[in-house]
């Protein structure tokens, strides 16, 4: 018995044992489009954070691994020897990326509440602890080479980012370039479509590297700094890029002592102030070297969120002025206005202007998709009344202006606003006028036409008055009513010509239709038709006599509420007639025959 059991030992490490399965996890591909399906398209962080609960308890359930009962939690950790599924990797994946978000939607509250940056921090740190979880798994020889790599492109990315918020800059900067390098490396590898996802990453980690060289101690990588921001990028990195350009022209406030406006000079003593007065400076060199319209239009916000934080600035200093405090109200000011308060109104100045000057430049990016001109597929069609509401804010700026504090008698200012106004009325015609032609109100169009030429030569005549210093400075808006004017007299005449047109085909529509004279003219008035038997001794106007209609016949009403009536007993009266008559009939018969008794 000895040599069948020999034999089998020998036999036995020669069987064809089954190959080990290896996993595969697309990381990056998974996490994005989780995230642009369920809101980080739009910052919201509450709906993704619910989102991967979701579905962090749908893979437990799935794969009967609970984290205890109803009563009691008892984790669970997962080990190589249980990886018999691919889910178990996307449990410390969306972990991760729960605590990860959760950690950047307090970011965004700390603001208003600083002691949500500690909470931030140990979500972080939280987030790190599932991917060092998620990265340890993928090195295990069941995940195959991408995997590995893409689990250690994430891990570093989730180290970078903690030591950014920490401004451990030298750390960041290490991470960041690791995780950098394991992207561009796996979008080389790859075809088109998932190459573009990995250089997007790197797109999107190269801003963080900048700031952290900068940080280091790399002068040179302001300039590179300065370049993305013209860019606007939507990222954590923006607010810090704000920040660091504003930190970078501390250096020079020492020279901005004092502004000059409208004829006064005025000394700036707020450090927040000069450093917004400098921003204003480089902003319009920024504006001009920005390409495209949504790049322009990321640094007038920016630059008007700076302003509003200076006026706010100005306004905390401003609280025992009793001055300020009536312009505020509104009422009459008695007395000179204050250095702080005219700097106060000159910034109110600048902010309605930037905000002018951003309108001005989302009218022309409007102006691509108007009906009639080639518009993309997918892109929505801009409506006349759209660029209305925008000539509405920037007449309505330009009206506040004559009458901030300080400058009510500058007739200079009064005149030039008139003016602007004059011209911007013009336009904001001329696109009612388009809406009123689109709905081929030809009278209303010709009419409000003749308004636009008004307005925009009489603006023109007072361009002409003013002094040649802002001739110049309004060089462009003079050129865009000129091209108005010259536009609206051609299509003034255009108008005029569809509408005659209109007529005449309201009359051939008219000519061709076909009407039964034997109808009675009663039940065709809505149809017009040359009929001369109108005219003549019998016209037939109605039908006569007019035929029978069928009408409703008078409903029927019926005594319900008798059969509900208890009745009075009348046994009472009858027991007191037979009590008058006790002899009965032969007593009746007596009476009548003999006379009875009396």
């Known amino acids: 018995m000895a040599a069948p059991a020999e034999s089998m030992t020998e036999e036995s490490p020669t069987e064809d044992v089954p190959p080990e399965k290896t996993f595969t996890v697309e990381v990056l591909q998974l996490v994005k489009e989780a995230q642009q399906q369920h809101g980080m398209r739009h910052g919201d962080f509450q709906r993704y954070r619910s989102y991967c609960s979701r579905r962090i308890r749908r893979i437990r359930k799935s794969l009967h691994f609970p984290q205890g009962s109803k009563h009691k939690v008892q984790p669970k950790k997962i080990t190589v020897e249980k990886l018999t599924d691919v889910r178990y990797l996307h449990l410390p994946l969306f972990c991760a990326e729960r605590a990860w978000y959760y950690a950047m939607q307090l970011k965004s509250e700390a603001n208003t509440e600083p002691r949500k940056k500690f909470h931030m921090l140990a979500r972080i740190k939280k987030a790190l602890m599932y991917a060092e979880e998620f990265a340890t798994l993928c090195a295990s020889p069941k995940c195959d080479a991408r995997t590995k790599l893409e689990s250690q492109a994430y891990l570093s990315l989730l180290k970078g980012g903690l030591y950014f918020e920490q401004e451990d800059w030298k750390a960041a900067m290490e991470f960041y370039t690791k995780a950098k390098t394991i992207y561009e490396k796996l979008g080389s590898a790859f075809t088109e479509d998932i190459q573009q996802l990995y250089l997007q990453q790197v797109e999107e980690i190269t801003p963080n590297l900048r700031y952290c060289a900068y940080n280091i101690g790399d002068q040179s990588a302001i300039d590179e700094l300065k370049e993305l921001r013209r860019k606007g990028g939507e990222d954590q990195l923006t607010s810090h890029l704000d920040d660091l350009l504003s930190q970078t022209r501390e250096k020079q406030t020492a020279t901005l002592s004092e502004v000059k406006w409208q004829g006064r000079t005025v000394p700036v003593k707020n450090e927040p102030v000069r450093i917004f007065l400098l921003n204003l400076q480089d902003s319009t060199k920024e504006i001009a070297s920005a390409e495209g319209v949504d790049s322009k239009i990321s640094i007038y916000e920016s630059v008007l969120k700076q302003c509003i934080d200076a006026q706010q600035v100005l306004r905390d200093s401003l609280q025992d002025d009793q001055n300020f405090k009536l312009a505020i109200r509104g009422q009459e000011i008695d007395g000179k206005v204050s250095n702080q308060h005219y700097l106060h109104t000159y910034l109110t100045f600048i902010r309605l202007s930037k905000t002018i000057e951003r309108n001005l430049l989302l009218i022309e990016q409007l102006k691509d998709y108007l009906p009639g001109k080639k518009v993309e597929e997918g892109h929505k069609i ?160 109605v039908s006569f006599p007019p035929d029978f209609e069928s009408i409703p016949c008078r409903p029927l009403f019926f005594d319900l509420a008798l059969n509900h009536i208890d009745l009075p007993s009348l046994d009472k009266h009858l027991e007191q007639k037979a009590a008058a008559n006790p002899r009965g009939l032969t007593g009746f018969v007596k009476g009548w025959l003999w006379g009875g008794s009396k």
Not at 386 to 395: A, T
Not at 399 to 418: F, K, M, R
Not at 467 to 480: A, H, L, R, S
Request: proline letters at 4%; a negative charge; one cysteine or more.
């Open 382 to 541: 801009t409506k006349p009344q759209d660029l209305v509401r925008l000539y509405d804010i920037i007449i309505q700026n330009l009206n506040e202006i004559p009458n901030l504090t300080g400058v009510e008698g500058d007739t200079s200012l009064s005149e030039e606003t008139a003016v602007r106004v004059q011209g911007y009325k013009a336009f904001r015609s001329y696109y009612i006028a388009q809406s009123y032609l689109g709905a081929k109100k030809w009278k209303e169009a010709i009419s409000l036409y003749e308004r636009v030429l008004q307005n925009a030569r009489n603006a023109l005549k007072g361009y002409k008055s003013l002094p040649k210093v802002q001739q110049t400075q309004f060089k462009m808006e003079v050129n865009n009513l000129e091209e108005l004017v010259r536009h609206v007299d051609g299509e003034k005449y255009s108008c005029h010509a569809s509408s005659v047109l209109d007529i005449n085909d309201v009359t051939d529509q008219m000519g061709a239709m076909t009407v039964n004279p034997k109808q009675p003219l009663m039940d065709r008035l809505e149809d017009y038709a040359d009929d001369s038997s109108l005219t003549s001794k019998k016209p037939n106007l």
